[in-house]
């Protein structure tokens, strides 16, 4: 009984890792267009619709985007299409 519990539970394990191929990331993104302070509030709205983003942080001052997501959801194509389209083109920085 003990050994097909241990059985099960080493299946389940091996299930759970060999199905997490996703991470999450973090990245920067280049977001020269910025002209006023509230630049930086559309950005983060606009991200913030991106299926699969956890987090954003914007800044006037540094003219970018840090952007948390995961990556089985979307992509940084997805994320600097969504700042374009919001009217703020993007590149990307630096992965974080």
Request: aromatic residues 10%.
């Given at each position: 009984m003990f050994k097909?519990?241990?059985?099960?539970a080493l299946v389940v394990a091996a299930g759970l890792s060999t199905g997490a191929?996703?991470?999450v990331q973090t990245v920067a993104l280049d977001v020269p267009g910025m002209t006023c302070s509230s630049c930086p509030i559309t950005i983060k709205q606009a991200l913030?619709?991106?299926d699969g983003v956890t987090e954003v942080k914007?800044?006037?001052a540094k003219k970018e985007a840090?952007?948390?997501f995961d990556d089985s959801k979307t992509s940084?194509?997805?994320l600097t299409a969504a700042t374009t389209n919001a009217g703020y083109p993007s590149t990307l920085k630096a992965a974080k």
């Open positions: 097909a519990i241990r059985t099960f191929m996703a991470a913030k619709k991106v914007a800044s006037f840090i952007v948390t940084i194509a997805k």
